[in-house]
């Protein structure tokens, strides 16, 4: 027997740290080439580490919400035969290709015989029991599906855990690739996939949880950019009556393409208002003193998921139509709630929109995305009795549709009028919005 350390490989260029989100093991378990070791996590991407060799655990590098080094050791195994170590000095993708060569099993006409029973001692992972009655002699369609299935590339450890989840691992899509891994396993469950799986339900008890992650770095940029910043708000009322008549003419009239929401129509505001106010597409660094004001409109795009608020980014906003637009924030938001966005989908916004849609409330006061200077904020619809021209010099009460616009911005950077003159643009606009078709 003899000691395997495995350390932490070079998660991505410009990454010195990492921090663990979730623990698979624990001392004393036994995990097999290719188990799941841990989740790290770093500009918020989630990475999941999995165990190069098999063998029992005799060290972990610490507890969940830690900070650990790239090149540190991460976990100590106790394996067969003699250790030659090798220094994690590699990317991370490269050790991952080294190991689809060493796990990927040789050609064989007949089907690879059913994993062998696990040692009492392997880890149990989080996730409902398996049914343990047998089951009869699959039909015909299911022994093609699983003839399949052993055609996807994954590790035995994924196809293990995917047989005792009840997963055919042809209906799984992995996130990058042909190799299925245990975090496409993970969102294929989360979305119901799996025949066992249930949410947990409540309990009535208290639960003491942890900040750690994606949460801990939400909240740790929010107290940033409410200590740092010194916020003011301003909310305008606009009535979207005609604009809602055009969205829905549009949709109509869309073919295959995606349904228009309200917010490609602001986004298109937006961007044909900034250039005339460039104060508000800015980027602020307040250790150097720097105010970069930006030519192109990155658009950041607030988006819930189940692990957090995320701000994934349109590239060049202002160079796509309206349906560009509904494609992309699809695509985006989509990305962001499956845990799939890349790092570079994530940063380099210059201006941010946020919306609740429906539950947007009356008014709001969004938190400006540090180190941008502005955000902001549509507000739910609501219909209003109105006050508007007859066109022969006399007013009439109309039903109108009328919605909010909250922007914050940062008092250091943009005054109060410009703020306001910005919004009273996009009010325009979007008032107008024959404007928004016009090229």
């Known amino acids: 027997m003899g000691r395997f350390t495995f ?21 004393g378990d036994r995990v097999e080439e290719d188990g799941r070791l841990a989740d790290l996590m770093t500009d918020k991407a989630t990475v999941e580490m999995e165990s190069p060799r098999a063998g029992v655990v005799l060290e972990v590098a610490g507890e969940v919400g830690d900070v650990i080094a790239i090149g540190s050791p991460l976990v100590v195994l106790e394996v067969e035969g003699e250790v030659e170590e090798r220094p994690s000095t590699g990317s991370a993708r490269a050790e991952l290709a080294e190991k689809v060569v060493e796990v990927s099993p040789p050609p064989a006409p007949a089907p690879p015989p059913p994993p062998p029973e696990q040692p009492a001692t392997r880890p149990e992972p989080i996730r409902p029991a398996a049914a343990q009655a047998p089951r009869p002699s699959p039909p015909p369609t299911v022994a093609r599906a699983a003839k399949a299935a052993a055609k996807v590339l994954a590790s035995p450890a994924v196809r293990a855990r995917a047989k005792e989840l009840g997963i055919e691992l042809s209906d799984v899509r992995p996130a990058e690739g042909e190799r299925i891994r245990h975090a496409d396993l993970d969102a294929f469950i989360s979305y119901g996939g799996a025949s066992g799986y249930a949410p947990a339900g409540i309990t009535g008890q208290d639960q003491v949880i942890k900040v750690v992650g994606l949460r801990r770095r939400i909240a740790e940029n929010m107290a940033a950019s409410k200590r740092n910043i010194p916020h003011f708000t301003y909310v305008e009322e606009c009535d979207v009556t005609e604009l809602e008549k055009v ?12 349904k228009l929401t309200l917010l490609p129509l602001l986004i298109v505001a937006v961007c044909r208002a900034l ?11 307040d250790e150097a003193g720097i105010v970069t004001r930006h030519g192109a409109v990155h658009l950041g795009m607030a988006t819930m998921t189940d692990a957090g608020l995320m701000v994934p980014v349109i590239r060049d906003a202002q160079s796509l139509n309206l ?20 790092s570079d989908e994530l940063s380099g916004s210059t201006f941010t929109v946020t919306s609740l849609g429906p539950l947007g409330g009356i008014a709001s006061t969004p938190v400006i995305n540090r180190p941008e200077v502005a955000i902001l904020a549509p507000n739910r619809i609501v219909e209003r009795p109105m006050f508007v021209p007859d066109g022969m010099g006399h007013e009439r009460v109309e039903k109108r549709k009328l919605m909010n616009l909250s922007i914050s911005c940062d008092h250091r950077v943009v005054d109060g009028y410009d703020a306001a003159a910005f919004v009273q643009e996009v009010r325009r606009l979007i008032e107008t919005p024959v404007l928004l078709l016009a090229n």
């Open 323 to 342: 349906w560009q637009l509904a494609a992309e924030i699809l695509r985006l938001s989509e990305a962001a709630r499956e845990g799939k966005a890349k």
């Open 7 to 27: 350390r932490l490989p070079d998660i991505g260029e410009g990454i010195a740290e990492a921090e663990i989100v979730a623990w698979h093991i624990k001392v």
């Open 275 to 285: 250039p005339k106010f460039p104060m508000l597409n800015a980027r602020y660094d």
């Open 247 to 258: 969205r829905a003419d549009l949709n109509d009239n869309r073919g295959s393409r995606p």
